[in-house]
């Protein structure tokens, strides 16, 4: 499973309380429906993340009836040459993400739902030597897409067609981890990652399908 991730409490509390969120390094993106601000995280890392951003990763969860065992396949992604989101063995330290949370100015995350410490909404970043881009789907609907790095769009009206909008959750033991959403389904990595090249969106939602998502780690150089 990922590493735990201890989300900076003081900056998300702000979100979900209305109050505007004032620190040092944080980017601020905004445009007339949606207010972005991207957050740093606390430890504890292998090493420090540079600027708050940590490298991208799946994780795909699959339960073996038979056996009654689960298996954990933990893959650390990075940018191809086209583009693409590709499994990546020994990413750079430039190929760095992260994360900004998002809401309007009636404090609306996403489909009227508000953002806290525990649950919010927003763009998977990502920042390499000044081109700031927002992890984004190729297609609609997203079943099927690769995932490519593009220019991140704010508006909230169009979140749920975008292709970038994720909701993002921390669970009772730490750990962070994010879905791909639109206005009725979730999307994360297909479980075949690790065998077909660029990263592949499915709907994890039915009887056979796997837990999947999207999870962030600090470098490990």
Known sequence: MFTKIALVASALL??????????SHHLAKKSTDLNCVQFQYGGPFTSTGFNGFIHLYSNITQFDSD????AFNETRL??????????????RTTELFGFEVCQTSDRDGFNGLGNSPRSFYGHLTYYNVGDFKCLTASSSPYIGSTLKLEDCQYDYEGAAS????????????GYYYAFLVDEQNIYGPTPDLNNNG???LYDPIGANATFTFFGFKAQEF
């Open 14 to 23: 702000p979100i979900a309380l209305g109050a505007p969120a004032v620190l």
């Open 162 to 173: 975008s292709g970038q909008y994720f909701e993002m959750n921390v669970s009772d033991e």
């Open 67 to 70: 056996t009654q065992t689960t």
């Open 78 to 91: 990075g940018t191809a040459e086209d583009g693409t989101i590709q499994p990546c063995g020994d990413c």
């Open 198 to 200: 660029s990263l592949v």
